[in-house]
């Protein structure tokens, strides 16, 4: 391999090494990027040239990026998603758009803040579309990095330690025991215990919450809860605790018109500590939100302020 030439290798033949290593087929490349062959081969071999370095091993068929492409390929999709915030960023700044956005939500912050949330954000801007993911939070953070949605908003206490992200805090939301109005358990106190005998029903649950409730169940040390039914929707889980006697673990503000009506109780769990979802706002760091998302913020960090408990300092 000849000396490299540092000349400026442009973000196109960058984003043909992405799309190559991606697809680890020359042919699948090229098609994808609508290219002929032979002209995707010579955009891969110009890099190598100037770079002088060769970046992919050519077997029958397939190829593989050596460690220099493994090194030089890492460094070209951060390049290549910086051109493309660099390029939305502005085109927003010229045309002052608002524009559509999507975002995620956590169940609990689904069930509490984005009713209100999105209604407001309706009313103020109606002709806008809003796209709105729930799941739990470490889906939510595989969608955000992918540029599906702009941010989400979860129980923040499980992302990874990824310096790519930036977290608003929310406050806490309290969360509690609920169960229909004729359950057993209603209306005298019980234990954690008691109440996992009748099935525990709710969403994702984070570590440190899966370790209380080892601990309360009496789990060795290690060992997690398995619950009777695990679901991101907050609806069903109200169906489920109204139709059967599972048990509800859910916010503390998410079913208070069922207790106004005396459909849902509140269960009175003696041995229970106070139990919250550190509730944040997850966006990616050095990643201007657009101004819809931003509306979009400051309606949740509204409606939050109602709900939410502050975080503990």
Known sequence: MQQPHWGVVDL?????????ADECHFARA?????LSQPAFSRSIQSVERELGMRLFDRETGDVKPTPA???LI?????????ARSLQRDA???RDNQLGDTAFGAGPFPAATIMPAAVVALRRQVPGVGLRLETNNALLLFGRL???????FVADVR???DDPTLQV???GRQPARLFARSGHPLAGAPCTFAQAWQYGLAATWMPKPVKALVARLIGLPAGADPVLAVQCEDMSLLRTLALSTDTVVAAPEAWPRDDLRAGTLVQLDVTDLPAVYAEMGIVTLLNRTPSPMAQRAIACVREVAAGINAPAET
Do not use: N
Request: proline share 2%; no cysteine; glycine share 2%.
């Open 12 to 20: 196109k033949r960058l984003s043909h090494l992405v799309v190559l």
């Open 30 to 34: 090229a098609e994808r990027v609508h």
């Open 69 to 71: 492409g493994v090194f």
């Open 74 to 82: 890492e460094r070209a999709r951060r390049l290549l998603f910086d």
């Open 91 to 93: 085109m927003l700044y």
């Open 145 to 151: 990095l992918s540029e599906d949605i702009e941010f």
């Open 158 to 160: 499980d992302l990874p």
């Open 168 to 170: 608003q805090s929310l």
